[in-house]
T-cell receptor, first 117, second 113 residues
Framework: SAVISQKPSRDICQRGTSLTIQCQVDSQVTMMFWYRQQPGQSLTLIAT?????????ESGFVIDKFPISRPNLTFSTLTVSNMSPEDSSIYLCSVEDGKKQAGDGYTFGSGTRLTVV | AQSVTQPDIHITVSEGASLELRCNYSYGATPYLFWYVQSPGQGLQLLLK??????LVQGIKGFEAEFKRSQSSFNLRKPSVHWSDAAEYFC???????????FGTGTRLLVSP
């Protein structure tokens, strides 16, 4: 399965600032996703990062708050903009790299633990 | 509405006892089904998955899960729990025709001596 390098692993940020999280994959993958895990909660999909086009956002998430880039098949970034304490969460990158069929190989990065003060 | 339900928020099991974690889904067609484990401060690890075929799926760490179409369930089981199994367990589905994963709310497993 694919190996994901996610950076930074953690950060403490001031409210009103922005943080960009990077997700690097060791092989080309079709699908890349960004999830948020709020403290003590499950994972919620923020958006699907599409190579060469705008990301597809889930209900409740908007591009102005969570801009996403995906310049190629191995890399994506998620920016958390104008942060507030409510944005304190773990943000995870995920890829779907199944060669045989969709869903065969979901892999997750180790996550970015963000604290906004 | 399409959803994934894990009815048990917390479960406490004695070490050596058997375990069953429940997962129910509500989708028009049978989705792809997954169980993940997240240990404190750790990332997500895939335990097992079901796409089709044999309804009893074997996974890592001695876990298994059984798909029951009539009950729209995919329950996770382990015959003998070890203290190291204490973690958060997530059921997830990938609706066929889509490729994103939708997660249940999670079940926190506590293992008592």
């Amino acid at each position: 399965s694919a190996v994901i390098s996610q950076k930074p692993s953690r950060d403490i940020c001031q409210r009103g600032t922005s943080l960009t999280i990077q997700c690097q994959v060791d092989s080309q993958v079709t699908m890349m996703f960004w999830y948020r895990q709020q403290p003590g909660q499950s994972l919620t999909l923020i958006a699907t990062a599409n190579q060469g086009s705008e990301a597809t956002y889930e209900s409740g998430f908007v591009i102005d708050k969570f801009p996403i880039s995906r310049p190629n098949l191995t890399f994506s970034t998620l920016t958390v903009s104008n942060m507030s304490p409510e944005d304190s969460s773990i943000y995870l990158c995920s890829v779907e790299d199944g060669k045989k069929q969709a869903g065969d190989g979901y892999t997750f990065g180790s996550g970015t633990r963000l604290t906004v003060v | 509405a399409q959803s994934v339900t894990q009815p048990d928020i917390h479960i406490t099991v004695s070490e050596g006892a058997s375990l069953e974690l429940r997962c129910n889904y509500s989708y028009g067609a049978t989705p792809y089904l997954f169980w993940y484990v997240q240990s404190p401060g750790q990332g997500l690890q895939l335990l097992l998955k079901y796409f089709s075929g044999d309804t009893l799926v074997q996974g890592i760490k001695g876990f298994e899960a059984e798909f029951k179409r009539s009950q729209s369930s995919f329950n996770l089981r382990k015959p003998s729990v070890h203290w190291s199994d204490a973690a958060e367990y997530f059921c997830a589905v990938a609706p066929k025709g889509f490729q994103k994963l939708v997660f249940g709310t999670g079940t926190r497993l506590l293992v008592s001596p």
